[in-house]
Every structure is written in structure tokens, then in C-alpha cells.
């Protein structure tokens, strides 16, 4: 069966909702970078981004890191308490 279907929208508004539909097919992903300002093909993040850009990918990043277990209290890593006993 060689059914070709077409999703357009960024990447990952495309996964998120057709990831059930996507999952485990072979894909072939063409970037169109239309969108973009004149210039700022090809060049990093970094040099085209705004500060609400940097902003906004920065607590993207940090969402994905936040703690899986409790975080320690104050008094779990007082230097006293950690070398308690100690002469």
C-alpha cells in the first residue's frame, strides 16, 4: 500500500497530534523555511532569536529537567549534618 499523505504545520505540532497515526511509519520530513525573515536561513538560534525567544526556549529547556524526586531540605545538606560524627 503506497498512500501518501501530507501534514503541514511545525514539527512538533505535527507529531503531537498525528502521533498515532504516525507511529511507526517511515516518514520523509521537507523543512520549508518560507516563514522565515530574509537572512536568517541557515543561521543558529542564537544570533536571530528574540529576548522573549530566549525567554520562551529557556524555560522550555528547563521544564523538561524539573526534579523526579523529593528535593532536599535545607537541613539534609548542611555541612554540619553531612559530616556529623566527624572529628
Keep these: 500500500m503506497d498512500e501518501s499523505r501530507i501534514y503541514e504545520g511545525v514539527f512538533d ?4 497530534r498525528h502521533h498515532d497515526e504516525l507511529s511507526g ?3 520523509k ?3 520549508d523555511n518560507a516563514d522565515q525573515p530574509a537572512g536568517t536561513v541557515g543561521r543558529p538560534f542564537h544570533e536571530t532569536a528574540s529576548d522573549e525567544e530566549w525567554v520562551a526556549a529557556l524555560r522550555a529547556w528547563s521544564e523538561r529537567y524539573r526534579p523526579k524526586g523529593p528535593v532536599l531540605t535545607d537541613e539534609s545538606v548542611d555541612r554540619e549534618n553531612i559530616y556529623q560524627g566527624r572529628a
Excluded at 505540532?13 to 503531537?16: G, K, P, Q, T
Design 13 to 16: 505540532e505535527v507529531v503531537s
Design 25 to 27: 511509519l517511515r516518514v
Design 29 to 31: 520530513v521537507i523543512v
